[in-house]
C-alpha cells in the first residue's frame, strides 16, 4: 500500500477472527453439563411437553398476545441453511415469550457496518458491542444505547441472576448498564491461529513461537509451500500482544502494563512495546510474507482466513477447545500458538462480548426478554450456535456432539450470541470444557483495576477526536508505513484532539477507584 492509500485504507472495525470465547461461568460452569434437548435443557425450562400449568399458561398468554419482530446486528457470518435455523428459532421464541427475531448477520463487514447503522439513527433493536469491535464505551458516550438498570429487574429477573454480579459490575458506565454481556472465558492470552497442515507440513513447533519474530522461519516455509502470507496482529488486540490494557478500548489510546500495580495510564501508541511490534511487522513485510491488511480490513482479512490464505494471524485468545472451535469457523483444522504474556483477567475481557439495546429500538422491554432467552435457555442457544439436530449435527453423548459436514450451518462463533457455557462440546473439544475453562479463569492474572469502568463524560469530546484520530492511523500494522516518521504524526495528532486530558481524567478515576479498594 502506498502512502497515499494511507488515509483512505485507515478504516474498518475489529475484524471477528478471534477466539473470544467461554467466560468464568460462576455456577453456570457446573451446569453445562445439562445443555441436551428441550426436555434435558437446564430447569426444564425448554421442555414444551412437561405438562406444567405454569408452562402451558405461559404459552397460552404469549398465543394471544401479538407477536413482536426484533432485529439484530451481529457479526456472526450469514449461512447456507441459516434461513431453516432461525425459522426453527422463530418458532420456539415465539411461542416462549411472544418474539421472532430477524438476524442481520455481517460477518467480516460488522465493525464499518454498525457504526454507519448507529450513525444513521436507522431504527434496530440490539446489535453486538465490546471492548474490540464496535467499542461499548464509545458508543455509551454516543448515546447509542439505553441504560437497561431498572429494566433488567423487570423485564429480566432470570438474566441478572444468572449473571455474575462482576460481570454486571464491568458492564457499568456513568452509573448504567449499556448492554448484556454474553457469558465467555475471561482469562485473556492472545495467540496466532495457525493452520495445522501448514504447521506440520513444515515441521515446526509452535511451542516455539511467542511473537511476531519466532514466525519468521515458518512464515517463509508457510509461504514457499503453500503460498499463504502472515496476517498480522489485529489492531484492536495490539496491547494484548505488548503486554498492555486498554483502559476503555482501542480507540480511545489510553492503557496500562498488565504488571504494573500501580496502574499507571499512558498512550498505549507511544510506548515501546508498540513500536517494536510495528517493526517486527515492518520486517515480515520487507521480506514479502506479510499480509498486514488482514489487521485492520475486515472483510478482506475473513475472505483472506477462510481461503486459507493466512499462515498465522495474532487475534484471539487461548482457551481449552480452542482448536475444535477455530477449525469449525474456518473450515479447516487450527492450531494456536500462544504469545509470552500470560493469561490475564481485566474488566475488557469481562466485557468483550455484549448486546446492547439500540435508543431507537421500539421493543427494549421485549428484546431484553429475548436477550434473556438466548442467555439462559440451553435449547434456544444451542439452536442458534450450532442448528439443528439431525441436519447440521448429531449427538454423540449428552453434551458432546459432532457437526456434519457441508450441512450449511457452521460458524463456530458461538460466543458472539450468548452464554457459551449452555452450548455442547464439539468433537475434539474436552467433555468437561467448560470445568477446564473455570480452573483457567481461577489460576489467571487478575488486573489491578479489575470491575473499574471508565465514565468518559468529563472528556467526552476529546474521546471523540482521539478516536477519529486512531481510525485515521489504523493501517499502521499493515507494516507498510515508515514506524518512525509515521507514528510520530500518529503521536501529535494525538496531541492535539486531547489525548493528555483523556489520560489525566482516565489516571484520576483510576485513583478514586483503587483508593476505595
Same mark, same amino acid.
Given at each position: 500500500?502506498?502512502?497515499?492509500?494511507?488515509?483512505?485504507?485507515?478504516?474498518?472495525?475489529?475484524?471477528?477472527?478471534?477466539?473470544?470465547?467461554?467466560?468464568?461461568?460462576?455456577?453456570?460452569?457446573?451446569?453445562?453439563?445439562?445443555?441436551?434437548?428441550?426436555?434435558?435443557?437446564?430447569?426444564?425450562?425448554?421442555?414444551?411437553?412437561?405438562?406444567?400449568?405454569?408452562?402451558?399458561?405461559?404459552?397460552?398468554?404469549?398465543?394471544?398476545?401479538?407477536?413482536?419482530?426484533?432485529?439484530?446486528?451481529?457479526?456472526?457470518?450469514?449461512?447456507?441453511?441459516?434461513?431453516?435455523?432461525?425459522?426453527?428459532?422463530?418458532?420456539?421464541?415465539?411461542?416462549?415469550?411472544?418474539?421472532?427475531? =430477524? +438476524? !442481520?448477520?455481517?460477518? %467480516?463487514?460488522?465493525?464499518? #457496518? $454498525?457504526?454507519?447503522?448507529?450513525?444513521? @439513527? *436507522?431504527?434496530?433493536?440490539?446489535?453486538?458491542?465490546?471492548?474490540?469491535?464496535?467499542?461499548?464505551?464509545?458508543?455509551?458516550?454516543?448515546?447509542?444505547?439505553?441504560?437497561?438498570?431498572?429494566?433488567?429487574?423487570?423485564?429480566?429477573?432470570?438474566?441478572?441472576?444468572?449473571?455474575?454480579?462482576?460481570?454486571?459490575?464491568?458492564?457499568?458506565?456513568?452509573?448504567?448498564?449499556?448492554?448484556?454481556?454474553?457469558?465467555?472465558?475471561?482469562?485473556?492470552?492472545?495467540?496466532?491461529?495457525?493452520?495445522? =497442515? +501448514? !504447521?506440520?507440513?513444515? %515441521?515446526?513447533?509452535?511451542? #516455539? $513461537?511467542?511473537?511476531?519474530?519466532?514466525? @519468521? *522461519?515458518?512464515?517463509?516455509?508457510?509461504?514457499?509451500?503453500?503460498?499463504?502470507?502472515?496476517?498480522?496482529?489485529?489492531?484492536?488486540?495490539?496491547?494484548?500482544?505488548?503486554?498492555?490494557?486498554?483502559?476503555?478500548?482501542?480507540?480511545?489510546?489510553?492503557?496500562?502494563?498488565?504488571?504494573?500495580?500501580?496502574?499507571?495510564?499512558?498512550?498505549?501508541?507511544?510506548?515501546?512495546?508498540?513500536?517494536?511490534?510495528?517493526?517486527?511487522?515492518?520486517?515480515?513485510?520487507?521480506?514479502?510474507?506479510?499480509?498486514?491488511?488482514?489487521?485492520?480490513?475486515?472483510?478482506?482479512?475473513?475472505?483472506?482466513?477462510?481461503?486459507?490464505?493466512?499462515?498465522?494471524?495474532?487475534?484471539?485468545?487461548?482457551?481449552?477447545?480452542?482448536?475444535?472451535?477455530?477449525?469449525?469457523?474456518?473450515?479447516?483444522?487450527?492450531?494456536?500458538?500462544?504469545?509470552?504474556?500470560?493469561?490475564?483477567?481485566?474488566?475488557?475481557?469481562?466485557?468483550?462480548?455484549?448486546?446492547?439495546?439500540?435508543?431507537?429500538?421500539?421493543?427494549?422491554?421485549?428484546?431484553?426478554?429475548?436477550?434473556?432467552?438466548?442467555?439462559?435457555?440451553?435449547?434456544?442457544?444451542?439452536?442458534?450456535?450450532?442448528?439443528?439436530?439431525?441436519?447440521?449435527?448429531?449427538?454423540?453423548?449428552?453434551?458432546?456432539?459432532?457437526?456434519?459436514?457441508?450441512?450449511?450451518?457452521?460458524?463456530?462463533?458461538?460466543?458472539?450470541?450468548?452464554?457459551?457455557?449452555?452450548?455442547?462440546?464439539?468433537?475434539?473439544?474436552?467433555?468437561?470444557?467448560?470445568?477446564?475453562?473455570?480452573?483457567?479463569?481461577?489460576?489467571?492474572?487478575?488486573?489491578?483495576?479489575?470491575?473499574?469502568?471508565?465514565?468518559?463524560?468529563?472528556?467526552?469530546?476529546?474521546?471523540?477526536?482521539?478516536?477519529?484520530?486512531?481510525?485515521?492511523?489504523?493501517?499502521?500494522?499493515?507494516?507498510?508505513?515508515?514506524?518512525?516518521?509515521?507514528?510520530?504524526?500518529?503521536?501529535?495528532?494525538?496531541?492535539?484532539?486531547?489525548?493528555?486530558?483523556?489520560?489525566?481524567?482516565?489516571?484520576?478515576?483510576?485513583?478514586?477507584?483503587?483508593?476505595?479498594?
Amino acid at each position: 500500500m502506498r502512502r497515499k492509500k494511507f488515509i483512505a485504507l485507515g478504516v474498518a472495525a475489529v475484524m471477528v477472527m478471534g477466539t473470544l470465547a467461554g467466560c468464568s461461568g460462576d455456577g453456570n460452569a457446573d451446569k453445562s453439563g445439562e445443555t441436551g434437548t428441550k426436555a434435558e435443557s437446564s430447569g426444564e425450562t425448554v421442555g414444551k411437553n412437561e405438562g406444567s400449568e405454569e408452562a402451558d399458561a405461559e404459552t397460552e398468554k404469549n398465543e394471544n398476545k401479538e407477536v413482536v419482530n426484533l432485529k439484530i446486528h451481529t457479526p456472526v457470518p450469514e449461512q447456507t441453511d441459516g434461513k431453516a435455523v432461525m425459522e426453527a428459532l422463530n418458532e420456539y421464541t415465539k411461542e416462549k415469550i411472544g418474539v421472532t427475531v =430477524d +438476524y !442481520v448477520f455481517h460477518g %467480516g463487514a460488522y465493525g464499518d #457496518k $454498525i457504526q454507519t447503522i448507529i450513525a444513521s @439513527g *436507522e431504527e434496530y433493536d440490539a446489535c453486538f458491542t465490546s471492548n474490540w469491535l464496535n467499542p461499548y464505551n464509545t458508543n455509551v458516550v454516543k448515546g447509542a444505547f439505553i441504560d437497561i438498570t431498572d429494566l433488567l429487574p423487570k423485564a429480566a429477573p432470570e438474566l441478572q441472576k444468572a449473571i455474575p454480579d462482576y460481570i454486571w459490575t464491568a458492564a457499568t458506565v456513568k452509573g448504567g448498564i449499556y448492554a448484556v454481556p454474553n457469558q465467555q472465558i475471561v482469562a485473556r492470552q492472545i495467540g496466532a491461529l495457525m493452520p495445522k =497442515d +501448514y !504447521v506440520e507440513g513444515t %515441521g515446526t513447533d509452535i511451542n #516455539k $513461537i511467542k511473537n511476531l519474530t519466532d514466525l @519468521g *522461519e515458518y512464515a517463509q516455509k508457510a509461504f514457499d509451500q503453500f503460498g499463504a502470507k502472515v496476517g498480522g496482529v489485529n489492531r484492536a488486540q495490539a496491547a494484548d500482544y505488548c503486554g498492555y490494557e486498554y483502559i476503555s478500548d482501542y480507540m480511545a489510546a489510553g492503557a496500562i502494563k498488565m504488571d504494573d500495580t500501580n496502574a499507571k495510564v499512558v498512550n498505549f501508541y507511544g510506548t515501546d512495546e508498540w513500536k517494536n511490534m510495528l517493526n517486527e511487522l515492518v520486517g515480515l513485510n520487507e521480506k514479502g510474507l506479510l499480509d498486514g491488511e488482514c489487521g485492520y480490513m475486515d472483510e478482506y482479512g475473513e475472505s483472506q482466513r477462510v481461503a486459507k490464505k493466512m499462515s498465522a494471524f495474532y487475534s484471539g485468545t487461548y482457551k481449552p477447545g480452542v482448536e475444535a472451535e477455530e477449525s469449525a469457523r474456518a473450515g479447516y483444522d487450527c492450531v494456536m500458538a500462544t504469545a509470552a504474556t500470560n493469561p490475564y483477567i481485566s474488566t475488557n475481557s469481562v466485557i468483550a462480548t455484549m448486546y446492547g439495546i439500540s435508543t431507537t429500538s421500539k421493543h427494549p422491554e421485549e428484546t431484553l426478554k429475548y436477550l434473556e432467552l438466548i442467555n439462559t435457555d440451553p435449547y434456544a442457544m444451542n439452536l442458534i450456535s450450532y442448528g439443528i439436530e439431525g441436519t447440521h449435527y448429531k449427538k454423540t453423548g449428552d453434551n458432546t456432539i459432532e457437526l456434519i459436514a457441508d450441512s450449511g450451518y457452521s460458524h463456530g462463533q458461538s460466543w458472539a450470541l450468548g452464554n457459551v457455557f449452555n452450548t455442547y462440546a464439539l468433537a475434539g473439544q474436552p467433555e468437561d470444557i467448560w470445568e477446564q475453562t473455570r480452573v483457567l479463569n481461577d489460576s489467571a492474572k487478575t488486573s489491578p483495576i479489575l470491575g473499574f469502568s471508565f465514565d468518559p463524560e468529563a472528556v467526552k469530546m476529546e474521546v471523540t477526536n482521539v478516536s477519529k484520530v486512531v481510525k485515521e492511523y489504523e493501517s499502521l500494522v499493515g507494516g507498510e508505513l515508515p514506524v518512525e516518521e509515521t507514528n510520530a504524526e500518529f503521536l501529535e495528532k494525538l496531541n492535539v484532539a486531547g489525548i493528555d486530558k483523556v489520560m489525566a481524567e482516565m489516571q484520576k478515576q483510576i485513583d478514586e477507584f483503587l483508593a476505595t479498594k
